[in-house]
């Protein structure tokens, strides 16, 4: 079992940056792959990253590539989601999720783990 545990949302003006942190807890961390995902209200969930359990590879969506990077620190068990340049579109509930799965799994099915959600609003 992992517990996950997001921290650091809130609102932000269009343009503005926001760095979220996702805390883990129980079975071995760094034997996860993690992603970011998130959901817009009356919308889906979606995908926004994933990194590899070693941090050596990272996969973006690319409604955020060249704004978002994850990154991870297994010695603290700790996921990180630094957002800069956001938009009013970046508004949702971002959730961090660990997956099992080799590589970077980037479907929501593909993760055994969730964290129960921060919300990031972002202002016009």
């Known amino acids: 079992q992992v517990q996950l545990v997001e921290s650091g949302g809130g609102l932000v003006q269009s343009g503005g940056s926001l760095r979220l942190s996702c805390a883990a807890s129980?079975?071995?961390?760094?034997?996860?792959?993690m992603g970011w995902f998130r959901q817009a209200p009356g919308k889906e969930r979606e995908f926004v990253t994933a990194?590899?359990?070693?941090?050596?590879?990272?996969y973006y969506a690319a409604s955020v590539k060249g704004r978002f990077t994850i990154s991870r620190d297994n010695a603290k068990n700790t996921l990180y989601l630094q957002m800069n340049s956001l938009k009013p579109e970046d508004t949702a509930v971002y959730s961090c999720?660990?997956?099992?799965?080799?590589?970077?799994?980037?479907?929501?099915?593909?993760?055994?783990?969730w964290g129960q959600g921060a919300q990031v609003t972002i202002s016009s």
């Open positions: 129980g079975r071995t961390f760094s034997n996860y792959a």
């Open positions: 999720a660990a997956s099992r799965w080799g590589g970077l799994p980037i479907r929501a099915p593909q993760y055994e783990y």
């Open positions: 990194i590899a359990w070693s941090s050596n590879s990272t």
